[in-house]
């Protein structure tokens, strides 16, 4: 996206990546050492105005430091599905980017009985704790990070439009 609103004000395209930063005070370096100082002075004043930056926004700085943590470093494991209609609990509940959630609230549960999903227990499915967006619930958390991206396209673009860009 910063590319094309780069390209959009006219400018060198090369180098240009969406800048953000750990604080408010090292903004305008990352926009400069990211080449977006290249894009039309509004554009700037939009990107400055969505506060890309820790204490600023800090849904746009998770999503940032999750788009380039471990890049290129793991395999995701994805799958097309997994079911499970019934859970026998042996051990300890908890697992890493885990929970189980009961009906009678969040914890562990006794072990050696069986449970049956959606009725007697409800999985959450988090972030783990060592990630950008720790503990999120994922569906939720990427909701928000759509609606926010979709919110930034939707700014730059009207801003554009505006211009006739």
Same mark, same amino acid.
């Given at each position: ?58 849904? *746009? ?15 995701? /494991? ?44 409800? /999985? ?8 950008? *967006? ?32």
């Amino acid at each position: 996206m910063a590319v094309e609103i780069v390209r959009l004000s006219q400018g060198n395209t090369n180098g240009v990546y969406f800048p953000t930063s750990d604080k408010f005070q090292n903004l305008e370096a990352a926009i400069k050492s990211k080449n977006f100082n290249r894009a039309d002075p509004e554009a700037i004043d939009l990107l400055r105005s969505l506060k890309p930056y820790r204490e600023g926004n800090p849904w *746009l700085r998770a999503l940032h430091e999750t788009d380039v943590s471990n890049k290129h470093k793991f395999v995701v /494991p994805t799958t097309q599905g997994v079911r499970v209609d019934r859970l026998f609990i042996h051990g300890f509940a908890e697992l890493i980017g885990f929970e189980v959630r009961g009906v009678n609230g969040i914890g562990s549960f006794p072990t050696g009985t069986e449970y049956t999903v959606g009725t007697d227990i409800f /999985p959450v499915l988090r972030f783990a704790p060592d990630q950008p *967006l720790a503990n999120g619930e994922v569906i939720s958390t990427l909701n928000k990070l759509i609606d926010l991206s979709q919110d930034i396209v939707e700014s730059f673009a009207a801003l554009f439009k505006k211009r006739g860009g």
